[in-house]
């Protein structure tokens, strides 16, 4: 395309958007899509994936659809188009009848620019042949790697879109933060009538600073990470019960820390966010349910309470920390017997495609949190990136200093891949020959180890749920039902009330997703 055409182009950027040039890598995307070509872009976390459908919108005419799981985000997204002045409207389950008739009537009479929709609205007859009675110019599939059962948030729904584009016949933008060669492959089998321009961008964060460490005194290793106080971080836990009791110990101890999950009421997150945003210092302890869409450029450190539930999930929750560039830190602990859970395979999982997607996942990340070579060379590895060591992470640093650590990491990962030969299903595995008392004041911040005390009432309706769904799938599989869950899991599922399948209590069970869908329907 011309230098006039690519200047034309500017003036409308910083004109819209307010930025004087386009970020590496986007105008050959845009470039791409204005040819009338398909593309597939793999770009981290802040490097402006948005901007590849927004600004086509803003160009014209037509519409542009995009298609994404994240309400919230849509609504962060509409916020900030209209004072752009762009108008944009989205379809989604959580509006009521006259927001939907509105988004409908703006559709239909040509004012949107930019629509975007639930994948379950985009399925439905009305919405179709709404569309096609429109010039869509562009059909975006955002966190594109949803699609896929080797990613780490697969959805359903997300399979129909490909048919859903192939009817449109617009030209196909999917993009994503993270996806290696096998969900890369997942995402153009699926969402692609033709071979699109590939265009993926280096995983790289030269700023950050890795440190995995085996999980001992939990509240002791985050505060010593953490340090005085004073920087803006993020820790992630793996239940809500347990960014509960975190963020209260934090709190108690002096820092500004504040509870985030799924559980708390709309106000609360709401607050929570706002103060995480406004002020100097505050430390969030967060489910999943934190992060998408945030944009903070000072979060100085981001440490996981446990080990999460896959490399995907792991790099973009890190890629929240150090986006103004500065350096920034990460810490992630983990225990060995459950990581010893996760390098074992179930025989389920030879035979569906989801569950061996769920158990790799689980395992790369097991092999992560025990490789004894650079932690970021070892990161870039699994999304089929070479890179040189990092120099920075805690395998680099110390330099000759640094091989003692490596060797003991070389030889725990041993012991846990032996060890997963022979663990139980109820999680037996590498003895804590070597695990340091922990005091009493320390908070457990292992859920399925949490001392047995007196549910409430929503937990035994819940774990009265659980036990029904394990008998069914156990008459099902034919097996016993311990077989499929132990009693003891089920009651750490029904008070923690996971959020996803990647979470550890998951690595236990037999048919995951069953579960989560109860725990979801209970809510």
Not at 308 to 322: D, F, L, V
Request: net charge positive; aromatic share 8%.
């Amino acid at each position: 395309m011309s230098g006039t055409a690519r200047a034309g182009a500017r003036e409308l950027l910083r004109s819209i958007f307010g930025f004087s040039d386009f970020l590496p890598g986007q105008w050959e995307i845009i470039q791409a899509l204005r040819a009338g070509r398909d593309a597939l872009a793999v770009m981290p976390t802040g490097s402006g994936k948005s901007l590849l459908y927004q600004f086509p919108a803003a160009a014209g005419p037509g519409l542009v659809i995009v298609a994404s799981p994240l309400i919230a985000l849509m609504r962060d997204q509409l916020r900030a188009l209209a004072d752009k002045g762009l108008p944009a409207v989205a379809l989604h389950s959580a509006q009521d009848d006259a927001e939907a008739l509105a988004a409908y009537d703006a559709v239909a009479s040509g004012r949107a620019r930019l629509l975007y929709a639930a994948p379950e609205r985009l399925a439905t007859e009305g919405t179709q042949n709404l569309l096609r009675k429109n010039r869509v110019t562009l059909f975006a599939v955002d966190e594109a790697h949803c699609v896929s059962h080797w990613g780490h948030e697969f959805r359903p729904d997300y399979r129909g879109l490909g048919e859903i584009a192939r009817k449109i016949g617009a030209p196909v933008l999917a993009v994503t933060a993270t996806a290696g060669p096998r969900t890369r492959d997942d995402i153009r089998r699926s969402l692609f009538a033709r071979e699109p321009d590939v265009f993926i961008h280096s995983f790289a964060r030269p700023n950050l600073a890795l440190s995995f460490a085996r999980k001992r005194a939990g509240l002791r290793q985050i505060l010593d990470f953490i340090g005085k106080g004073g920087e803006s971080g993020i820790v992630y836990c793996n239940s809500r019960r347990m960014a509960d009791v975190l963020a209260a110990d934090l709190a108690r101890l002096g820092l500004d820390a504040l509870p985030y999950h799924a559980g708390l009421d709309a106000y609360a997150r709401s607050a929570h966010q706002d103060a995480f945003f406004a002020r100097k210092g505050v430390v969030m302890v967060a489910t999943i349910a934190f992060g998408m869409g945030v944009d903070k450029p000072d979060v100085r450190f981001v440490a996981h309470a446990g080990a999460p539930g896959s490399i995907e999930g792991y790099y973009q929750e890190i890629g929240r920390a150090g986006r103004d560039g500065a350096p920034a830190r990460t810490l992630a602990l983990f225990d060995p017997r459950e990581l010893a859970l996760r390098w074992r395979t179930p025989e389920i999982a030879a035979e569906n495609e989801a569950a061996a997607g769920d158990y790799a996942r689980r395992k790369a990340m097991a092999r992560l949190c025990l490789a004894s070579a650079c932690r970021f060379q070892t990161l870039l590895a699994e999304f089929g990136e070479e890179s040189g060591p990092c120099g920075k992470c805690d395998h680099c640093r110390g330099g000759p200093l640094a091989w003692p650590r490596r060797a003991r990491a070389a030889a725990l990962g041993w012991r846990v891949a032996a060890e997963s030969r022979f663990a139980a299903f109820a999680g037996e595995g590498v003895e804590e020959t070597e695990a340091e008392p922990v005091p009493p004041s320390e908070p457990v911040l292992d859920p399925a180890a949490m001392p047995e005390t007196a549910l409430t009432v929503n937990e035994t309706r819940l774990l009265r749920a659980l036990q029904a769904e394990r008998l069914r799938i156990a008459r099902r599989l034919g097996s016993p039902p311990r077989a499929v869950a132990s009693e003891e899991t089920l009651r750490a599922l029904a008070v923690t009330r996971p959020e996803r399948l990647d979470d550890p209590l998951f690595a236990r069970v037999q048919a995951p997703a069953a579960f989560l869908n109860v725990i979801e329907s209970c809510d």
